[in-house]
C-alpha cells in the first residue's frame, strides 16, 4: 500500500484548506478505513478524523468538530479532509493513514502511514 498526500500549505487564520489522501492496492474490506492525523512539534500524534472504506462512516476528533469535514471518493480510494476556519493551532504535519480491519479509529495504530504534509496557519 503506498499513501499520497496533497493539499498542505500556508494559510492565514479562519482561512481553509483541503488534503486529499490516495492509497494504492486493493481489495479493500468494508471495515477498512482511512484516517488523518496530526502531529505538532513536541506534542502527541493526534486524531483529526476518519471514514470507513465504503464511505458508510466517518468519525471527527474533538477539537476539530464543526470545522472540518471528511469525504471519500470511493472509485479513486482517495479521501479528503476539509478544514475550514482554520486557527494557529491546527499548524501541524497532518499525516494519512490506512487501517486494516474494524475498530481502533481514534488511535494512531494504523497499518500504513503517509509522508504527511505541513498544514501552517498564521494569526
Do not use: H
Request: aromatic share 14%; hydrophobic share 30%; proline share 4%.
Amino acid at each position: 500500500v503506498q499513501i499520497t498526500e496533497t493539499g498542505g500549505g500556508l494559510v492565514e487564520a479562519g482561512g481553509s484548506l483541503k488534503l486529499s489522501c490516495t492509497a494504492s492496492g486493493s481489495p479493500y474490506s468494508s471495515g477498512d478505513s482511512m484516517g488523518w492525523f496530526r502531529q505538532a512539534p513536541g506534542k502527541d500524534r493526534e486524531f483529526v478524523a476518519a471514514i470507513l472504506y465504503n464511505g458508510s462512516q466517518r468519525f471527527i476528533g474533538d477539537s476539530v468538530k464543526g470545522r472540518f469535514t471528511i469525504s471519500k471518493d470511493i472509485p479513486k480510494n482517495t479521501a479528503y479532509l476539509q478544514m475550514n476556519s482554520l486557527k494557529p493551532e491546527d499548524t501541524a504535519v497532518y499525516y494519512c493513514a490506512v487501517r486494516l480491519g474494524s475498530g481502533g479509529y481514534y488511535y494512531p495504530r494504523y497499518d500504513y502511514w503517509g509522508q504527511g504534509t505541513q498544514v501552517t496557519v498564521s494569526s
